[in-house]
Structures are given as C-alpha cells and as structure tokens.
C-alpha cells in the first residue's frame, strides 16, 4: 500500500500540478514576473538614483506590484475556482467575484505583511504570531467572499486547531525560497564582473546583464510554484476544518 507524502511535500507537489494546468499563462506570466522586475532598475535610472541598497527594493517592490496585487491572485482565484467549483467561487462567474474582491484582498495582505513585518522587527515572535494567526485572512477574502473581521477570525479559528502541520508546510516552501536565493546569488557572484560589496550591482548593470534577465524569469516561476503551492496548502487547511474532530 503506498503511503502519503508529507504535508510538506505534499503542498509542493499540488502546487506544481496546479501550475501545469495551464502551461502557457504560466510561461506568459514568469515572463511577465521577469519584465517588472527589470522595470525595478530603470525607474532608478529615471529616477537619477546611485547604487543603493536602501532604494533597490523599494524600487523592486513597486515594479512588481501588479503582478502581486492582481496577476497572482487572480490565478490563484481561477485555479480554486476550477479545482473545487464552489458556489463561493464558482468555475463559472468566478471572474467577476474576483473583480469585486481583488481590492480589499490586497489592501488586507498589504496590512498583515507590514504587522509581520512591524513584529519581526520588534522581537520576531509578534511577527511570527501574526503570520500564523492572520495569514489566510487575504486568502479566505479572495476566495470566499469574506469581510475582513470574518477572514480575520476564520484565519485564527483555523489555525488554532491545525497550526504545527501546516507550519510545518509552510517552512519548507520558505525553505524552497532561501535555497533558490542562495543558490541563485552563488550564480550571480561568479557571472557578474568585481563591485562594491556595499552598493552592489548598478542599476544599469542590472538592466543589462542577461543573467540578471534569467534569474528574475527563475524567480518568477518559483513564485507562481510558490503560490500555488499556498493556494494547494489553503485547501489543505479547509478541508481539516471541515473534518470532524
């Protein structure tokens, strides 16, 4: 009898499965990923910035807001949609329930990041409780309708009676992230020409380099597996909700 794999791993697979389903938008929107993160350094150029490693994400974060505040979830909307075809979010009309949630899904995922964020600064722990607790808020508005305090509780309520398995889960998809950023800035070390360690690379040698070009479209493909993922995990974590205890 063959067993399970890890909820870990497990999460990671459905995740890649739910990315196969539509090859071509996957390929159009890690190409997509690849185009706005190189938008990051010539709005430095256009903004007359030197080397800094102050404005490079600040830059880069505003580059790719569409795609994380529209694309992303929209995918993550179809894929739910055609996978389970709930009333919440039907395989048909699902398009226009995202149009009218898309808004406030982002702005709540805006405010769980800056708390996380907010607590990793001030004694890690908070943050980490926050993410725990809180984290599925965006998802839970996105895909089933619900307002903010109601995603906000339903998140929390989840949580509470599941957390260390899907803890667990998410680490390791975070443990996927580091290991592609290292592996990817050991890569990036011997292909790019001797720079100042403080500044890093300028934002011209950014928007030049073609390993810079191919690594962003690698990592925009890691962040839809990423996201599919989560989305693969978010079902998880429904259907042990609705398990009995």
């Known amino acids: 009898m063959r067993t399970a794999p890890p909820s870990h791993l497990g999460a990671l697979l459905e995740g890649y499965k739910l990315l196969r389903r539509h090859p071509a938008m996957t390929l159009g929107l890690a190409l997509l990923a690849m185009l706005l993160a190189q938008l990051a350094p010539a709005l430095e150029l256009a903004a007359g910035v ?7 994400p600040i830059f880069g974060f505003t580059a790719l807001l569409p795609l994380e ?17 709930l009333p919440a979010n039907p395989a048909v009309g699902w398009q226009g329930l995202f149009d009218q949630r898309w ?7 805006l405010g769980v990041s800056v708390a996380v964020g907010l607590g990793l600064l001030l004694f890690i722990i908070p943050g980490i409780v926050v993410l725990t607790l809180f984290g599925w808020a965006p998802m839970r508005m996105l895909l089933r309708g619900e307002d ?6 339903g998140s929390q309520a989840a949580m509470a009676r599941n957390w260390p398995r899907i803890v667990q889960a998410v680490l390791a998809l975070l443990l996927v992230a580091l290991t592609y950023q290292m592996a990817a800035s050991w890569a990036m070390d011997r292909l790019l020409p001797a720079m100042d360690p403080e500044l890093g690379p300028s ?22 597996w990423i ?17 009995p205890s």
Request: proline content about 4%.
């Open 50 to 56: 030197g080397p800094s490693l102050i404005f490079q």
């Open 69 to 85: 505040m529209y694309f992303i979830p929209r995918l993550q909307a179809q894929l739910d949609a055609e996978v389970l075809n």
């Open 103 to 109: 808004v406030m899904t982002f702005l709540t995922r």
């Open 148 to 153: 903010f305090l109601a995603a906000l509780k």
């Open 203 to 224: 934002a011209l040698l950014r928007l030049k380099h073609p390993a810079f070009w191919f690594f962003n479209f690698l990592g925009g493909l890691l962040n839809l």
């Open 227 to 243: 996201s599919c993922s989560l989305l693969a995990l978010y079902h998880r974590l429904e259907a042990l909700v609705a398990a």
